[in-house]
């Protein structure tokens, strides 16, 4: 069965032929259309519009004729506009019809009559133009088939993207089902609607972390195959919105897999862990990421061996994101050298050298510096926001802050609480686990501080890496930077955003999913050509040659920076022993450099060069060199 492959948005679509469904499309004339319907040849009709063609089977007289046979038959017939294959791609039982429009991006720097041989090398006529080097082609009845076309420009150095127009069936998506756990609107850091609906209390609509969002935009609540650590003290590991899913745990005060449990002086880690990850279970509550891996680790200690033992552990056991809502402000307990390097170790080792992302609370004292483990360079410092979109007072501020998180302040946070935990010992009945007394569960209280807003920052994280696997740490980072919301006074940031209280602001999941999307389907950031070679300064080995218009050669591409033109030329020559021509040309009032592989009187020589690059994955096109001039 034939395949081909064409680009389909930033990812490659291997499609194989049908052999049984062809598309036919009918003249406009209404009775011409309808008589598809009793049309002799065909024998049953799937869909009545993909793409503008009808997909159907066709009648055929004997085994012996074969689908292309009857295809060019059907044809030729009067009422038949055009016929084409349908086909499927590896991965899916969908039909996919090619419409005969192709999406076409030239590479920068081509000009118009470079574009228009392109054109009518396979006989394409524009129907629209997108913008600078970008238009929509549509094939003729000299055309080959749109797919073959697609993937023929694609091969043409002159030729950035060559996408056909594809059409298939849709699936209607809904969002994500709503949880259904009993407590799970009173999660106003999820999605903010603006009241607490079982209190005589408003907060500010939005002031939330787009976390519902981010679920209907990855279809799902997060990967089971994400691990996200919580370090901390007090798991209460028979919780319902925590037993299942536990891996790995490990307590370092016994060195063992027995986690310290029912001891009333530490219960912090329930609630903490809960905020990244209780599950979806119908019952409680639901944290950031529901459906990732839980991995408790107890102990937590100022001792550089506790320090090291506990992010070995995570290296050790594929944490994904490691989640801490604790530390010190207290400059004697600041941290030493062995201690920075096991965090940067494991923010470089972790995941398999992409780095384990490493979230630290800020902390709640009110300083102006925060605490000493948030502050590390590898990490990700977390403060603090409110239900009304305002610092929480309590949370330290500083210039190592990178993000703030929805927690209370204003109202508070609902979590899951330790079976054993007393809760606030000055206060009596409900108000001991819920802030304005009414008593919602017996299994949660109210949370909050740089504790709660550490670990929502964590489940998001697990929510990126499962949009986007292949991110590093850096890149996580870097992306809650860049689509953190701005709140609080503008005049709070500085000239590269930034702000004291705030970071680069409060935490936005969606729009930090959407990000982690965007670079898995473009491959990742672009490599930067460094600023020096891209503005030509440096020291470079020249040997020019004035060249005369004649003779024949293989074009690569046409390039705006000369940084480009000097990288690609010392490739070019280690790789292929051939004088490289170079064309300085200007374009819209920008100067263009075409780079041409070799220096032929004859054109096969040149065509036998192509080949040998394009065996060498180097994509070019013959070129008359005198056409440059």
């Given at each position: 069965?034939?395949?081909?492959?064409?680009?389909?948005?930033?990812?490659?679509?291997?499609?194989?032929?049908?052999?049984?469904?062809?598309?036919?499309?009918?003249?406009?004339?209404?009775?011409?259309?309808?008589?598809?319907?009793?049309?002799?040849?065909?024998?049953?009709?799937?869909?009545?519009?993909?793409?503008?063609?009808?997909?159907?089977?066709?009648?055929?007289?004997?085994?012996?004729?074969?689908?292309?046979?009857?295809?060019?038959?059907?044809?030729?017939?009067?009422?038949?506009?055009?016929?084409?294959?349908?086909?499927?791609?590896?991965?899916?039982?969908?039909?996919?019809?090619?419409?005969?429009?192709?999406?076409?991006?030239?590479?920068?720097?081509?000009?118009?009559?470079?574009?228009?041989?392109?054109?009518?090398?396979?006989?394409?006529?524009?129907?629209?133009?997108?913008?600078?080097?970008?238009?929509?082609?549509?094939?003729?009845?000299?055309?080959?088939?749109?797919?073959?076309?697609?993937?023929?420009?694609?091969?043409?150095?002159?030729?950035?993207?060559?996408?056909?127009?594809?059409?298939?069936?849709?699936?209607?998506?809904?969002?994500?089902?709503?949880?259904?756990?009993?407590?799970?609107?009173?999660?106003?850091?999820?999605?903010?609607?603006?009241?607490?609906?079982?209190?005589?209390?408003?907060?500010?609509?939005?002031?939330?972390?787009?976390?519902?969002?981010?679920?209907?935009?990855?279809?799902?609540?997060?990967?089971?195959?994400?691990?996200?650590?919580?370090?901390?003290?007090?798991?209460?590991?028979?919780?319902?919105?925590?037993?299942?899913?536990?891996?790995?745990?490990?307590?370092?005060?016994?060195?063992?897999?027995?986690?310290?449990?029912?001891?009333?002086?530490?219960?912090?880690?329930?609630?903490?862990?809960?905020?990244?990850?209780?599950?979806?279970?119908?019952?409680?509550?639901?944290?950031?990421?529901?459906?990732?891996?839980?991995?408790?680790?107890?102990?937590?200690?100022?001792?550089?061996?506790?320090?090291?033992?506990?992010?070995?552990?995570?290296?050790?056991?594929?944490?994904?994101?490691?989640?801490?809502?604790?530390?010190t402000t207290e400059s004697q307990f600041a941290l030493?050298?062995?201690?920075?390097?096991?965090?940067?170790?494991?923010?470089?080792?972790?995941?398999?050298?992409?780095?384990?992302?490493?979230?630290?609370?800020?902390?709640?004292?009110?300083?102006?510096?925060?605490?000493?483990?948030?502050?590390?360079?590898?990490?990700?410092?977390?403060?603090?926001?409110?239900?009304?979109?305002?610092?929480?007072?309590?949370?330290?501020?500083?210039?190592?802050?990178?993000?703030?998180?929805?927690?209370?302040?204003?109202?508070?946070?609902?979590?899951?609480?330790?079976?054993?935990?007393?809760?606030?010992?000055?206060?009596?009945?409900?108000?001991?686990?819920?802030?304005?007394?009414?008593?919602?569960?017996?299994?949660?209280?109210?949370?909050?501080?740089?504790?709660?807003?550490?670990?929502?920052?964590?489940?998001?994280?697990?929510?990126?890496?499962?949009?986007?696997?292949?991110?590093?740490?850096?890149?996580?980072?870097?992306?809650?930077?860049?689509?953190?919301?701005?709140?609080?006074?503008?005049?709070?940031?500085?000239?590269?955003?930034?702000?004291?209280?705030?970071?680069?602001?409060?935490?936005?999941?969606?729009?930090?999913?959407?990000?982690?999307?965007?670079l898995k389907d473009t491959g990742g950031i672009p490599?930067?050509?460094?600023?020096?070679?891209?503005?030509?300064?440096?020291?470079?080995?020249?040997?020019?040659?004035?060249?005369?218009?004649?003779?024949?050669?293989?074009?690569?591409?046409?390039?705006?920076?000369?940084?480009?033109?000097?990288?690609?030329?010392?490739?070019?020559?280690?790789?292929?022993?051939?004088?490289?021509?170079?064309?300085?040309?200007?374009?819209?009032?920008?100067?263009?450099?075409?780079?041409?592989?070799?220096?032929?009187?004859?054109?096969?020589?040149?065509?036998?060069?192509?080949?040998?690059?394009?065996?060498?994955?180097?994509?070019?096109?013959?070129?008359?060199?005198?056409?440059?001039?």
């Open positions: 069965m034939s395949k081909i492959t064409v680009k389909a948005g930033k990812t490659e679509l291997t499609l194989r032929k049908s052999q049984k469904y062809v598309g036919i499309k009918t003249k406009e004339s209404e009775l011409v259309a309808k008589s598809i319907e009793s049309d002799e040849d065909v024998n049953s009709k799937i869909h009545e519009n993909l793409g503008g063609f009808q997909i159907v089977t066709l009648k055929r007289s004997s085994r012996r004729v074969s689908l292309d046979e009857k295809l060019d038959e059907v044809r030729k017939k009067d009422s038949v506009e055009v016929g084409t294959h349908v086909y499927y791609s590896e991965k899916s039982r969908k039909p996919i019809v090619a419409t005969g429009d192709i999406y076409i991006i030239f590479a920068d720097g081509t000009d118009k009559s470079e574009q228009q041989m392109v054109l009518d090398e396979y006989a394409l006529k524009v129907v629209a133009n997108k913008g600078e080097n970008r238009i929509v082609a549509r094939v003729t009845d000299k055309s080959p088939n749109p797919l073959k076309v697609a993937a023929y420009l694609q091969d043409i150095s002159l030729v950035k993207l060559a996408e056909p127009d594809l059409d298939s069936i849709v699936d209607e998506y809904m969002p994500v089902a709503a949880p259904t756990d009993g407590l799970f609107k009173h999660e106003w850091h999820l999605r903010n609607e603006g009241v607490i609906i079982d209190a005589n209390w408003r907060i500010k609509k939005g002031a939330d972390a787009k976390v519902i969002d981010a679920w209907d935009r990855l279809g799902n609540m997060g990967s089971k195959d994400i691990t996200i650590a919580v370090i901390d003290n007090g798991f209460d590991l028979s919780h319902p919105d925590l037993k299942d899913r536990v891996v790995h745990q490990y307590d370092l005060w016994t060195n063992s897999k027995n986690v310290l449990q029912g001891d009333p002086t530490y219960t912090h880690g329930t609630p903490c862990a809960s905020v990244a990850l209780a599950r979806s279970n119908g019952s409680g509550i639901v944290g950031a990421a529901p459906n990732a891996k839980f991995m408790p680790i107890s102990g937590t200690s100022f001792g550089w061996q506790a320090t090291e033992k506990m992010f070995q552990h995570c290296i050790d056991n594929g944490a994904d994101v490691i989640s801490c809502s604790w530390g030493n050298a062995l201690k920075a390097e096991a965090i940067a170790k494991a923010a470089r080792e972790g995941r398999n050298g992409k780095g384990a992302v490493i979230c630290y609370a800020a902390g709640n004292e009110g300083l102006d510096y925060v605490n000493y483990y948030s502050a590390h360079p590898d990490v990700i410092c977390v403060g603090a926001s409110t239900s009304k979109d305002e610092h929480a007072t309590y949370s330290n501020r500083g210039r190592e802050v990178t993000i703030v998180a929805p927690s209370n302040g204003d109202w508070p946070i609902t979590a899951s609480r330790a079976s054993w935990d007393n809760g606030v010992s000055w206060e009596v009945g409900a108000y001991r686990y819920w802030w304005d007394g009414i008593d919602r569960s017996a299994h949660h209280k109210h949370f909050g501080g740089t504790s709660s807003a550490t670990p929502l920052v964590a489940g998001i994280c697990a929510l990126m890496l499962t949009a986007n696997p292949d991110l590093t740490a850096k890149d996580v980072k870097q992306i809650l930077i860049d689509t953190a919301d701005k709140i609080g006074d503008p005049l709070e940031y500085n000239t590269e955003g930034h702000s004291l209280k705030y970071g680069y602001g409060r935490v936005n999941a969606d729009k930090a999913v959407k990000e982690a999307l965007r490599e930067e050509v460094e600023e020096d070679i891209k503005k030509g300064r440096g020291i470079f080995r020249f040997n020019v040659e004035k060249k005369k218009p004649e003779g024949f050669g293989v074009q690569i591409g046409a390039f705006a920076e000369y940084g480009n033109v000097l990288i690609q030329v010392e490739k070019l020559q280690s790789a292929f022993k051939q004088p490289i021509i170079v064309s300085i040309n200007e374009l819209d009032g920008q100067t263009v450099y075409k780079v041409v592989v070799g220096d032929f009187d004859d054109k096969s020589d040149a065509s036998r060069l192509k080949k040998v690059m394009k065996e060498a994955g180097v994509k070019g096109f013959v070129r008359n060199i005198k056409d440059l001039a």
